[in-house]
């Protein structure tokens, strides 16, 4: 059996009623129709209990590899329980509510053998209506980044050039550029990595786990692309809808992810300034009602 160029992981977790738009527009792509071969594809299953296993073997065979982890071991997890049955030099994760375009796979792979330190690429994103997806790419967190994406500040025009992230979302997403992050629900990465900067970290259950990879990664000297040519669409969040608080969930990750890579004195400062804004706030809304309260006395 031919080598494949590409393995794609999708991981479940009670995704049945979305894994056809991810699984079919694999097999629907032109270069996997045309090589049957091109793209091994895998579902990595987190204890699924609404029948997810059982409809993918009846719908698709032996066309895809299912990895049965028995439990809800979070997205680094499951990921990880995929890398190490799979073989192909390219690794390329989407999540079971994305959908591929035609040549997603062929444009990427073909970019990352064309730019040997690319070690992580992401497809251009789109949401259901059309628009891009321009959360889809971003920068790391600096001291001043974090604060203003973690307040109101951040949205005010004179400081949101220095938000991370505020010059991507007003960029035009037509070109292949060189970013700090790309989101793991359409990302490809070298399998050269898991060898230097070792897989996904575990601690992170669910979101930044890409983000902390690719920081990593960039640690090794390694680069990551946006790739635009590689295109898919993503609806976002359909398989935690209702399972879960996910913005407590990001919060979590975000914090531990500053704790790994910025340390305790980075990230207690930062608490703390976040908590002297709302002081700010509480001091200014009191000295208007005294103001007030004056005003009306006299």
């Not at 635009?228 to 996910?246: D, F, K």
């Not at 913005?247 to 300034?273: C, D, F, I, M, N």
Request: charged share 25%.
């Amino acid at each position: 059996m031919p080598n494949p160029s590409v393995d794609v992981v999708v991981v479940c977790w009670n995704d049945k009623a979305n894994i056809t738009k991810a699984l079919d527009s694999v097999f629907a792509l032109p270069e996997v129709r045309e090589d049957p071969h091109f793209a091994n594809v895998v579902v990595s299953d987190n204890g699924s209990t609404d029948g997810s296993r059982e409809f993918i073997r009846e719908r698709y065979g032996d066309r895809v590899t299912i990895v049965e982890n028995g439990a809800n071991l979070g997205f680094a997890a499951a990921c990880n329980r995929a890398f190490v049955v799979t073989w192909s030099p390219y690794v390329y994760l989407l999540n079971p509510d994305a959908e591929l375009k035609a040549g997603a796979l062929r444009e990427i792979v073909a970019f990352m053998e064309a730019h040997p330190r690319c070690g992580i690429a992401g497809s251009r994103i789109y949401n259901l209506d059309g628009s891009i997806q321009r959360d889809a790419v971003g920068e790391f967190d600096t001291w001043a980044g974090a604060f203003l994406r973690s307040s109101a500040w951040g949205e005010l025009p004179p400081l949101r050039r220095f938000a991370n992230g505020a010059s991507l979302r007003e960029w035009d997403f037509s070109t292949p550029r060189k970013v700090d992050i790309v989101i793991g629900a359409a990302m490809a990465i070298r399998r050269e990595l898991f060898a230097q900067v070792g897989m996904f970290d575990e601690r992170f259950f669910l979101y930044h786990e890409e983000v902390d990879f690719a920081k990593r990664a960039a640690g090794a000297g390694w680069e990551t692309w946006y790739v635009p040519a590689s295109e898919a669409v993503h609806e976002g969040r359909a398989s935690a809808r209702g399972s879960y608080n996910v913005e407590t969930r990001k919060q979590r990750s975000r914090r531990a992810y500053w704790l790994k890579h910025h340390g305790p004195l980075w990230y207690g400062s930062l608490v703390a300034a976040l908590a002297g804004r709302y002081a700010l706030y509480a001091g200014a809304a009191a000295g208007i009602a005294i103001a007030a309260r004056r005003m009306l006395g006299r």
